[in-house]
């Protein structure tokens, strides 16, 4: 069965280190979305991409980067981790289907990150 | 912009009872509009929708009807079960385009045997 993975699902890391959290999709999607969840704000769109090479800022994009080299994965990496990026983050994909957005979107199952 | 307004949470109910959360948007032109609901340890799933004025989406027991006059999308249950318990998510898309999602904040709802 086609599915979303997200590495690692759990991560403790120290403030100013580097951090890459992975996701890799098998559904073929064009489409990939990172979001992240926090109590009290729901779910913020950090960074997406429609395609190979193509990348898109969201709402809360700055402190973090993606980059689409192929139609399975968009790793975001966090560049110098800070305390409020401890979140948990949510790799989605969707395929645009043909005409308008079909809007489903098939999400992974998390990654919690913890930054000390 | 374009936005999704929900409830706050938490809301505990009994089982079998009956479940309304509301959920208003403001969007230009006619939005696709979601519920999505997470259970506990995962990641969002989607539950139904609605993609013009007066439809109806219907899942697991589950309705909301697409408003414009009122611009909302109130999820409904009659009767509850405690398999239930989750955080529940309004969202919405713009149907011209390929736009992302936007979220709500989420409504978390605890049901009680």
Known sequence: DAEITQSPRHKITETGRQVTLACHQTWNHNNMFWYRQDLGHGLRLIHYSYGVQDTNKGEVSDG??????????LPLTLESAASSQTSVYFCASSDPGTGSNTGELFFGEGSRLTVL | GDSVTQMEGPVTLSEEAFLTINCTYTATGYPSLFWYVQYPGEGLQLLLKATKADDKG???GFEATY????????LEKGSVQVSDSAVYFCALTRTSGNTPLVFGKGTRLSVIA
């Open chain 2, 67 to 74: 408003r414009k006059e009122t611009t909302s999308f109130h």
């Open chain 2, 58 to 60: 219907s899942n697991k």
């Open chain 1, 64 to 73: 973090y980067s993606v980059s689409r080299s192929n139609t399975e994965d």
